[in-house]
């Protein structure tokens, strides 16, 4: 008793409190200790059940409910391992940094692909306006100098653009001189990772396709010189969405941004009859990589919608119309890396 002075003014007089707050509080304590035990046999007893319908219901189950619950402990241990380790692989490549990388592939990085906005639905594509994915043409051009997909790339896109700016419908060829006047601010091209067209259904209905190299890359067009009684689409696989900075003494003499699809088209196959009025697909190939025309520049305002293609299995795959190793690979639908399908329909 010789410190009750002490005691009181540290805890108060003896008055304020009796033994039910003390019960009250440890009936709480109990209630929740108790209810936490009864989760953890309830989830107990479900997971016995849900492993015993694994086994043969017979008199050894229980050593069989035991084997799956160990294996279940093993892939979880192996699942949480897996996932350190990519982290780890993902902050070191961040760290480090793919500039070589940057400069040969055709697809965005997954870390530079920010999300796209809204768009209303009466515009007809969206590319996003980041110029994050920088790419120097020079550089580009000389780590792919190999790579048919590659292949005269500069002029082309020069020749694309100049065509854009004087409203020609057809892909012209213009002279040296004419291209020199065109200039790429920077010597530089962004790219980026999606491209979304928006399109009428055929119940009067918009929707949206979302283009990407790597998941959804094929896309559908109308052929410019289709004449009456021909097939009147053009279909291509993107494997680059790009948009680049232009001058032009007369015709932009403002810096201008221009979007482009870089593409690898495919040709109808004349030799099969497809159509509503045979009751078949339509059947394609790619071009091979060594024509003139397998390779090309698109503008995103051509591009109608998406476009689903189902390849021909029975022909199987073959490696003949395109190097393995080529820039325009960035989406493969085959179980074998660096092959096409022999023929794709057209699913309609």
């Known amino acids: 008793m010789g410190q009750y002075v002490q005691d009181i003014q540290r805890f108060g007089s003896t008055d304020n409190y009796s033994t039910l707050i003390v019960s009250f509080s440890r009936s709480i304590i109990y209630f929740h200790l108790e209810h936490r035990a009864v989760t953890r046999e309830n989830k107990k007893h479900k997971q016995a059940k849900k492993l015993y319908g694994r086994t043969n219901k017979r008199k050894d189950f ?39 990388e940057r400069e040969t592939s055709p697809c965005i990085p997954s870390d530079d692909r920010n999300a796209l906005p809204l768009m209303h639905p009466q515009e007809h594509h969206h590319i996003s306006s980041s110029d ?8 580009f051009i000389h780590a792919n100098s190999t790579d048919p997909a590659v292949r005269d ?4 896109l020069k020749d694309h653009i100049l065509c ?13 001189d004419e291209r020199d006047q065109l200039q790429i ?5 962004y790219q980026h990772g999606t491209l979304r067209v928006n399109y009428t259904t055929y119940d009067m209905r918009r929707n949206q396709d979302s283009i990407n190299p790597k998941t959804h890359p094929d896309i559908l067009l109308l052929a410019p010189d289709a004449t009456d009684g ?14 680049v900075n232009i001058l032009h ?10 979007e482009f699809l870089h593409v690898r088209f495919f040709e109808l196959d004349q030799a099969y ?8 697909f339509h059947r394609i190939k790619f071009i091979c990589a060594d024509e003139a025309d397998a390779f090309g520049f698109v503008d995103p305002t051509r591009v109608i919608r998406g476009v689903h293609l189902i390849p021909a299995f029975a022909y199987c795959s073959t490696d003949e119309l395109l190097d393995e190793r080529s820039i325009a690979r960035t989406y493969s639908d085959t179980d074998v890396t660096g092959q096409d399908w022999t023929y794709y329909y057209v699913n309609m």
Do not use: W
């Open 164 to 176: 854009r700016l004087l409203s020609l419908e057809t892909d012209c060829t213009f002279s040296e």
């Open 185 to 189: 601010v920077g010597n530089h091209i």
């Open 62 to 100: 229980v050593s069989q409910v035991a084997v799956h619950y160990r294996r279940e402990q093993l892939l979880r241990r192996i699942g949480m391992k897996s996932r350190a380790a990519t982290k780890a692989v993902e902050g070191n490549g961040r760290r480090k940094g793919g500039d070589q």
């Open 153 to 156: 790339f500069l002029p082309d």
């Open 132 to 139: 994050k994915a920088r790419k120097n043409i020079i550089r």
């Open 230 to 243: 021909s097939h009147p689409y053009l279909y291509g696989r993107v494997f680059g969405i790009y948009h």
């Open 249 to 258: 003494p007369t015709l932009s003499p403002h810096s201008q941004r221009i």
């Open 273 to 280: 009859l497809g159509g509503f009025q045979s009751r078949r």
